[in-house]
């Protein structure tokens, strides 16, 4: 059974998942590429054989839209996510799930009651990193125990440069929120407080109002003690580390590079410039598994909206922190 | 436009096309496994939702198979293709395309008469390695001068441990036939001359008959030496390992680790057991490339049946090398 | 004009200054060597054709010692280093150089009244990484300015197994302090203020009233937020590591291994046991530069007596944020 | 006891080893530097408190010199390890022992005559690589058979541009003498045969008469197989690499980098310009290693003369195999 898509939004992330779906993912096929900018959106869809229209709404009601992918401005997704909803339709909606988790705590809630009557869950957030190969096998590895009882975490996250108009706030709500969901779900343990230090010197490349480099803390549920340094200006390359330590031993992901180079007096891997070489191969997993799933009526195996909610929950509590000083501060529970 | 594909050939490398042409490749379907194993056919068709023949003809002439994946054994590839040929439809051949450069040519002028009436190549050989990140990108430092002119190359393919009954020359037309293709596509020049070192130490795990390790050198159009290390008991690990040396720079593949990890006084990174895990990527892209060029209706990005009666003629000088005290062998050129 | 030199403390430390300043350092000689056990110093000085004493003072009032190396019982540094100052000799007082920083500060102050007298400064503190390959050349980058201003550093400081009777406080005086000393001497800016962050999980190898791993945070001068785990109970390996983050580029320290291999399905390098093999290098530099610093009677470039205080009072700011619940606390400067 | 040094040669090389003579190196003294120009003699004996001559033969006979070091042209060497002999005086020659085999025999029977009649061996050849760490630690992992039995060697040497006027002979004769030496003391079994691999592409940096790369073979005693990149004009770097193969794994030197850097889109080591840094401290410790021994008046641990001779003897087997198609080529044995 091939799953017919919809797509809601053309820019660049947007336009990897129609790409993707139209192409490169079995069991699916792409109907419908939607965008408030209709140019934009049909540049899209006549390449990959797909029509294009700039009403989100009527995508989502198309008769040959069998699920929905969410790619438009972060603003947007709470609402569009209802409409699915109220469609019975699946729904794959890009991070965040909702700006607020006030904004996201409805979503969960107005998803419970579909779930509730139809017996399934509709909604998955496309926290893909659950998807990517480090990630996974560094999970396998505490599950499995092969490093121990895990007892701490440590994370970098390095942008090339911030995105314009970055703050504070939004380098938690919309970059470290990635560490929100996947340290959690690396460790399969609650964030229950979280800390951010302020004070911190910040490169000269960041702009008023953010600070750059960050460093924040976490505490989970098992006890264990997570850090993160996100440096949204490190321009020396897209990098996202991440070491687990364990009693018998630790694990980290590795750059995933797959040549390394001799010349000009270096022995060098490359970087890539941003996520998107990095998480190519993530994204395309999260789609084939999410398609998968509806093709076999199984519970999707991707973020659900209670992860979504929880994610944002720690962000707030995190600027909640920085605005009080880099208290720990706890995490409110779903 | 999906296209319907059978797969004949049920065992390890057929189940896994089979796996991937029914779930995970964008714009294909999955209609028929043929294998003369009846039952090993059924098993696999059902978990698929595909039927189970045990004649590969009848699958070839299928209605509702437009193009045909042979991994069945080796010594029937050379006629099966021919009958895909004689049924107009589109192939995709495991290596080797035949057991023999005889058999091999046969097939390439067979192909071509197809092609000469319909104006398109049908057969494409299953050198996987061309799909592989590490191969592709180091293939795109040379073409784009990265490492300015290539000298030198330095191949390493170390197994776990040999297949039953293997014998040198298997090692030649069995493993070491992956770099006969490889090397000539990495650097875009064919090779014109081979010699088998002979007198080597073999590993007390050889079998009779068996030189384990074997040393192997290559001389490709452009002048440029290719050293091969093939060592099939290594025990340490399966590893694919190759290093251009150019005049300003050397690349080379990194084994495709996800993870470090610290425990028991090392610092390591994990071997595969065999080629599925280090090579699953680059058969997934490769399967995608082959539909999508069938799909597109553009000619198969994949090696052609040339590629594969090359690699089978540069097999055959380096057993004559073999037989013949290690003397550099001139290959015949397609 | 060769040094002559006595070595008080015939321990695992003492022997090897002993071994280094008979055998393997230009420009010295070994004349004797003190232990309160007359005949662990018996077989150390026999085996180097030195004499053997019991009590320091003998040793340094000698006429054949010209500079004294003290490695005995952290609680006898200072009054050694005192005794040492009476007589107008060098010494080379092992971390730390007094338990307290009360104590410290009189040998301090001591040593400038000697200082002034004679223009010269006596007393070197044994933070032999200053003399550490790696560290010298993250030092050289930062200067340079190679990694641009420097905004972070994460330190990572992990042994196998805690000493006996180790405590959270004696694992920030005996094991951090190294970091104390080497952080504001790798970025030329003291420390300010310091943070142990409290409610972290303890490995079930740690001893009731020891906090393992530990996270501590620092506050330099310039700005800079340096981090540290500390692990005493790692298991894994011996491993000292450094990340300086600057806006251009980070440097780290490499594990200085010197042999990669491939066994067991593992690609590894090999960890030390300990601190000796992974700093027998800084050792005997620190000594060889001290020994040219004295031929030459310029300045000791090992750490000072102010250095060691510096050390000892971030250590007791440490302890008293440990004890205080985790608040940064301030550092006083000398 | 001091062991009174001098040093022929106020080069690279040999102002090296007079610096280290002079305050690097435990047990030892510098006395007189000889330099046939007679300024660069003063220049760096003054510097090091050492007195100056033109004349090699007046440093060998002075009363004040126990020992020699010869770091003059190539062509004086034979010469000059004769005087020592002559005067009964301990000597350290660097590579080679002598320009032809012939000269080299000589100085063995010369020498082997000496030490008949006192009993003991007075020439050390400088052949530091045995003792580089790297070097060292693969050795003894041969040694303890923790790789199994040896199978296969693999070696690269690189050089960032070749020396004015070199040819593939001495490319050869002064280059990848050392791997004719290192090679079988690390597999403690001598090189049997020879083979210089015939046309390969040459750098358009290599000179007239320069074939660079090259490749060499080696089939040693015990039934290795040993490999050889030469290629003096890398251009990327000084890199010297060595993979032994063995039944259980393999064993690899790593380049000795301190600190990894991440800048400009790059993670990455960097590569010295030349052999100094790299050998820095095999250097050292084959001085130490030296002086120790005539301290002790134990054997000298250094490569002997025969050594010498050996990798002469292997040398010119190779140039003749370049003379003569590229054969296996007989290595004579001492």
Known sequence: MTIRTGVIGAGVMGADHA??????????????IADIDAERAQASASALGARAVSDPLELIKANDVDAVVIASHD???????????????PVLCEKPLAPTAAEAREVVEAERRVRDDQGRS??????MRRFDP??????????????GRTLLLHGISRNVSAAPGATSESAVTNSAIHELDSFPWLLDSPITEVAWVPGILSTSEAASGL?????????????????????????????????????HGTGRF??????????????????????????????????QAWIHSLQEGTGSPLASAEDGLRATLAAEAMVAS?????????????
């Open 254 to 287: 590795l750059e995933p590079a797959s040549v390394a180079y001799n010349a000009d007096l270096k022995s060098y891997t490359q970087y890539p410039q941003d996520w998107r070489p990095r998480f190519a191969e993530a994204y395309r997993r999260q789609l």
């Open 134 to 147: 480090g990630h996974l096998e560094v999970r396998e590895a505490i599950e499995e125990g092969r490093l």
């Open 75 to 89: 603003s947007t997704h709470a609402e569009l996510v209802q409409a699915c909803l109220d469609a019975g339709k």
């Open 19 to 32: 790409q993707n779906l139209a192409r490169n993912i079995g069991g699916a096929s792409l109907s419908v």
């Open 122 to 127: 509709l909604v998955s957030v496309g926290f």
């Open 211 to 247: 600070q750059d480099p960050a460093f924040m803390m976490m505490r989970l549920g098992s006890g264990v003690l997570a850090t993160l340094e996100l440096f949204l200006n490190a321009g020396h390359g897209y990098s996202t580390q991440c070491e687990v330590v364990g009693e």
């Open 322 to 334: 920085m605005h009080n000083g880099g208290a720990f501060t706890p995490v409110e529970q779903v």
